[in-house]
């Protein structure tokens, strides 16, 4: 379900023979095989592919839509200036609790450790009222990202002069900017169609927010398909894979040299190594690889 075949238009079904693949004869599976590769090899892939296929005893053509076999990872952004805190919109009655109806702002709900931030004089309950003598202020509860689009305006290079209430007093305070972190949204990520499986790479705010170290690596599952081979072998959301099998995992490119290793040796198990809180799991997976080309048949 989801996949190419199920999505033609006629879709592709049980008991269907497929005759053959982008014009090409299919006689038996070994064909299937060597052009369903030659497709995916193709660079760039082609939008749709043309499917012969017959049905009880009717000839049929259909459009399959190939899948990328890898996610492509979306382009660097430029590094824009930033301001290491997390903030809450302070709109009037809010304002007028705190003390003062007009001193509506941003209210600091953290300031990152390892920041700029966190060696200035900002500190949590600060209420950010001006950037460089400018008015800044929401409207409205979404307006929580108004104050770092305005410093994403500056330099990295800037200093930044700003103004904010601390127990109803204002305080100008000088701080240096920094360049923005990667955001998990925005994080890398890798999608594996043979474990149904889809990672990311870890990102400060997870670190920041779970409490990891540096000495803390790997990825990060970021979903799993119903069934598939990650989700039965008890892979959960948010897992951190640190090792597979004999691989350590560090980062999102040692995940994909890892599970291209296993793609290849194809073993009769596999051996996640996970953390998952703040303890360590093993689960074990037991894949039904798919067929490959016999390479002396084929030749």
Do not use: C
Not at 19 to 24: H, N, S, Y
């Amino acid at each position: 379900p989801g996949g190419g075949a199920s999505l033609a238009k006629p879709p592709l079904g049980r008991d269907d023979v497929i005759k053959k693949v982008a014009g090409v004869k299919i006689d038996d599976l070994n064909g299937f095989i060597e052009q369903y590769e030659v497709i995916m090899d193709s660079d760039p892939l082609p939008e749709y592919v043309l499917i012969n296929f017959e049905r009880t005893g009717r000839k049929y053509l259909t459009l399959l839509k190939p899948k990328p076999e890898k996610d492509r990872d979306p382009p660097p952004e430029l590094s824009k200036a930033w301001v290491g805190v997390a903030l809450q919109p302070v709109l009037g009655d809010l304002a007028e609790h705190l003390g003062d109806k007009q001193t509506t702002g941003f209210w600091i709900t953290r300031v990152y450790p390892n920041t700029l931030a966190a060696e200035s004089d900002l500190i949590v309950g600060d209420i950010i009222t001006h950037l460089n003598g400018k008015r800044i202020k929401p409207t409205r509860s979404e307006d929580v990202g108004r104050f770092q689009r305005a410093v994403k305006k500056l330099d990295v290079e800037d200093k930044a002069e700003i103004r904010v209430v601390r127990t109803r007093e204002p305080l100008t305070i000088s701080l240096q900017l920094e360049s923005t972190r990667v955001r998990p949204d925005e994080a890398r990520r890798d999608h594996n169609r043979d474990f149904d499986m889809r990672v990311r790479e870890v990102t400060f705010f997870d670190r920041v927010d779970k409490r990891w170290d540096d000495e803390v690596k790997g990825v990060i599952v970021l979903s799993l398909e119903s069934a598939g081979w990650a989700d039965l072998g008890g892979i959960r959301f948010g897992d951190l894979i640190q090792r597979i099998d004999d691989y350590p995992v560090t980062d999102l490119d040692s995940y994909r040299q890892a599970m291209e290793r296993i793609t290849e040796a194809e073993p009769e198990r596999v051996v996640f190594y996970l953390l998952r809180g703040v303890r360590t799991r093993f689960q074990y997976i037991e894949p039904e690889w798919n067929p490959r080309v016999d390479e002396k048949e084929s030749k």
